[in-house]
């Protein structure tokens, strides 16, 4: 069965630092891969998706996601992040029953 | 455009009470699910739906019962509720699930305490 895995709880990171958040998934076939952000008491939003093709994806507010199918990974990255980055990111996989990772919370300090 | 459309935002029940968690998207997606959402777990998929008529199990379906006889609406029911039932639950939505257009667009959820 298709899963996700979000091994960072939580991660801190200052303001104008780059970000990596970390997802590993298992999947039969070729992934769908997405990544939502999640503010405080609000659903989810798409921030990027891949099907097929060029391995790093473009998103919105800056993101990027780099798929590896080698190492089973799909992590999400900023150059730069800022203040209203800080929310809960979650990695999803699939088609259909679509399943998502535990989430990432990110802190970001002034 | 009013995209997916959660009721109630809110809910208090007693144990053993039943309910039901309503849904509506007006963007004429044939895809919608149910997920809930609790602290560590990320979201859960309860049940989907891939057209009108159809419906099918997520990965946590006991518990919970839905329908979907029209493209706009996927109620989802709560039979006999329990503690373990108390959660935030999200209804989602998209116009493909098999493609480019796939992207969940979600409501802004229900926050249900079971006591």
């Known amino acids: 069965a298709q899963s996700v895995t979000q091994p960072d709880i939580h991660i801190t990171v200052s303001e104008g630092a780059s970000l990596e958040l970390r997802c590993n998934y298992s999947?039969?076939?070729?992934?769908?891969l997405f990544w939502y952000v999640q503010s405080p008491g609000q659903g989810l939003q798409l921030l990027l998706k891949y099907f097929s093709g060029d391995t790093l994806v473009q998103g919105i507010k800056g993101f990027e996601a780099e798929f590896k199918r080698s190492q089973s990974s799909f992590n999400l990255r900023k150059p730069s992040v800022h203040w209203s980055d800080a929310a809960e990111y979650f990695c999803?996989?699939?088609?259909?029953?679509?399943?998502f990772g535990a989430g990432t919370r990110l802190t970001v300090k002034p | 455009n009013a995209g997916v459309t959660q009721t109630p935002k809110f809910q208090v029940l007693k144990t053993g009470q039943s309910m039901t968690l309503q849904c509506a998207q007006d963007?004429?997606?044939?895809?919608m699910s149910w997920y809930r959402q609790d602290p560590g777990m990320g979201l859960r998929l309860i049940h989907y739906s891939v057209g009108a008529g159809i419906t099918d199990q997520g990965e946590v379906p006991n518990g919970y019962n839905v329908s979907r006889s029209t493209t706009e609406d996927f109620p989802l029911r709560l039979l006999s509720a329990a503690p373990s039932q108390t959660s935030v639950y999200f209804c989602?939505?998209?116009?493909?699930?098999?493609?480019?257009?796939?992207?969940?667009?979600f409501g802004s959820g229900t926050q249900l305490s079971v006591l």
């Open positions: 963007m004429n997606h044939e895809y």
């Open positions: 999947y039969g076939a070729t992934p769908y």
């Open positions: 989602a939505s998209s116009y493909s699930m098999t493609g480019y257009d796939e992207k969940l667009f």
């Open positions: 999803a996989v699939g088609a259909g029953d679509m399943r």
